[in-house]
């Protein structure tokens, strides 16, 4: 073999390893990113599910309430218009606005307890108020898990190369789920 054959085989040889090389840093590049939207992705699934026990257990709750209140119809009202409004939102940021504005709602809601102190004995208020209590529970760490997943999404966005790989894989950045203004104030309490 003569000597310009061989540099010509080191120089293809370079040519494939570094070809290979790139191929496979833009690979998981792009791995990486589809990666991160999906667990944005799962990570909202699992906030709906928890959202979706939410909106079944209050027809339970307002119907034990009801019985006891039955002069606080604005009340359930607002309750059937935040569930029919979680329910029509087309956008995740719709469906955070309608939870957000039934969180507002349901305290108002489970305030009602102090007023009618035989509510507070019913037992099926109480399994229901526990329920709803456990399941608000596990929609704040389902939230939590959610902004981390778009956290991680956004951050990688906003780097050189994370950017180039989103336009090519078509993904975007994700919104926060969080929380309005008017709950952030902390509540007075006044005896």
Same mark, same amino acid.
């Given at each position: 073999?003569?000597?310009?054959?061989?540099i010509?085989? /080191?120089? /293809?040889?370079?040519?494939?390893?570094?070809? &290979?090389?790139?191929f496979?840093?833009?690979? +998981? #590049?792009?791995?990486?990113?589809?990666?991160?939207? =999906?667990n944005?992705? #799962?990570?909202?699934? $699992? %906030?709906?599910?928890?959202?979706?026990?939410?909106?079944?257990?209050?027809?339970?709750?307002v119907?034990? %309430? +009801? #019985?006891?209140?039955?002069?606080?119809?604005?009340? &359930? =009202?607002?309750?059937?218009?935040?569930?029919?409004?979680?329910?029509?939102?087309?956008?995740?940021?719709?469906?955070?606005?309608?939870?957000? $504005?039934?969180?507002?709602?349901?305290?108002?809601?489970?305030?009602l307890?102090? $007023?009618?102190? $035989?509510?507070?004995?019913?037992?099926?208020?109480?399994?229901?108020?526990?329920?709803?209590?456990g399941?608000?529970n596990r929609?704040?760490?389902?939230?939590?898990?959610?902004?981390?997943?778009?956290?991680?999404?956004?951050?990688?966005?906003?780097?050189?190369?994370?950017r180039? &790989?989103?336009?090519?894989? #078509? %993904?975007?950045?994700?919104?926060y789920?969080?929380?309005?203004?008017?709950?952030k104030?902390?509540?007075?309490?006044?005896?």
């Open positions: 073999m003569s000597k310009g054959v061989k010509a085989l /080191i120089v /293809i040889a370079i040519v494939v390893l570094i070809g &290979f090389m790139t496979s840093w833009f690979l +998981k #590049g792009y791995n990486n990113v589809i990666a991160m939207d =999906e944005v992705k #799962g990570s909202w699934a $699992q %906030v709906e599910n928890q959202l979706k026990r939410r909106y079944d257990l209050i027809p339970n709750l119907e034990t %309430v +009801k #019985g006891y209140a039955a002069h606080e119809k604005e009340l &359930f =009202e607002h309750i059937a218009d935040a569930r029919t409004k979680y329910f029509n939102a087309g956008s995740v940021k719709d469906k955070i606005n309608a939870s957000n $504005q039934l969180e507002g709602v349901l305290s108002r809601l489970l305030l307890n102090e $007023q009618y102190p $035989q509510l507070k004995a019913n037992e099926s208020f109480l399994k229901l108020q526990d329920s709803l209590e399941t608000e929609i704040a760490v389902e939230r939590k898990r959610y902004n981390e997943s778009v956290q991680l999404l956004n951050t990688y966005i906003r780097t050189f190369f994370g180039f &790989f989103a336009a090519f894989a #078509g %993904v975007s950045s994700a919104e789920y969080e929380i309005p203004e008017a709950e104030e902390v509540p007075k309490v006044k005896f």
